[in-house]
């Protein structure tokens, strides 16, 4: 038997490789007789489309995981970034100077640096120092140092004066927490015979900080740390 293909059999369907109908029509309805013609040119069709389907379904599967894995990233980045800017404080060492011109426990907080212990805040040049240290005592102890209390202004430290006993808080006006350039220390470090307390003693010098000869004994506070002179 001769094939002859129909009039319509040089159109070609928008799909890729899918020849029109009119040609699948002529040859199977000359091969099978047009009802076998028509159920086999109907089950092609169904066929085509099943296979289109399964495509865009793949397709929208693979921009969900997409979507997901940019967001995932995304979160990443800025907890990333959040990490970074908390451990990294910003201080201009130019405060210092402008902190001077104020009295004892006066120091507006524009003029002071936060450390990287929430709540926490010293005069420029201190906290500059205090980064430093605080980063070499992670490297060796794996923890930020511990702090208690840093810059006091004059009303915490008039409270202080009036609820603490005899010798252990400056008169209000005098404390050097006042001046923000004293710390508080814990994690340890308020234990004299504590690793921590010989580690500071051993290195606090390198980065301008120590601890005061009189905190030894009278009164008798390992906790108390100073940084440089005022």
Request: charged residues 20%; proline residues 6%; hydrophobic residues 35%.
């Amino acid at each position: 038997m001769k094939f002859l293909p129909g009039k319509n059999s040089n159109i070609v369907l928008p799909w890729t490789g899918v020849v029109l109908a009119g040609m699948l029509t002529s040859g199977l309805a000359a091969a099978f007789g047009p009802s076998d013609g028509e159920r086999a040119v109907a089950e092609t069709g169904a066929a085509t489309a099943v296979a289109a389907n399964h495509s865009l379904a793949a397709v929208n599967e693979a921009a969900k995981t997409s979507a997901k894995t940019s967001a995932k990233t995304s979160a990443k980045t800025g907890s990333t970034a959040k990490r970074t800017s908390a451990a990294e404080p910003d201080c201009d060492a130019s405060r210092s100077k402008k902190a001077r011109e104020f009295p004892n426990g006066r120091i507006p907080s524009r003029y002071l640096c936060s450390l990287p212990q929430a709540g926490h805040k010293l005069r420029a040049d201190a906290a500059l120092a205090f980064y430093k240290l605080n980063a070499a005592y992670k490297k060796h102890f794996g923890t930020d140092i511990c702090v208690t209390s840093s810059y006091r202004p004059y009303s915490k430290q008039k409270q202080l004066y009036a609820t603490m006993p005899s010798g252990m808080a400056a008169r209000p006006g005098t404390s050097n927490h006042g001046w923000g350039r004293a710390l508080d220390l814990c994690g340890g470090i308020q234990n004299d015979s504590s690793r921590q307390f010989k580690w500071m003693e051993n290195h606090s010098k390198k980065y301008g900080w120590f601890h005061p000869a009189w905190a030894y004994s009278n009164p008798y506070e390992p906790w108390h740390w100073e940084y440089g002179s005022k």
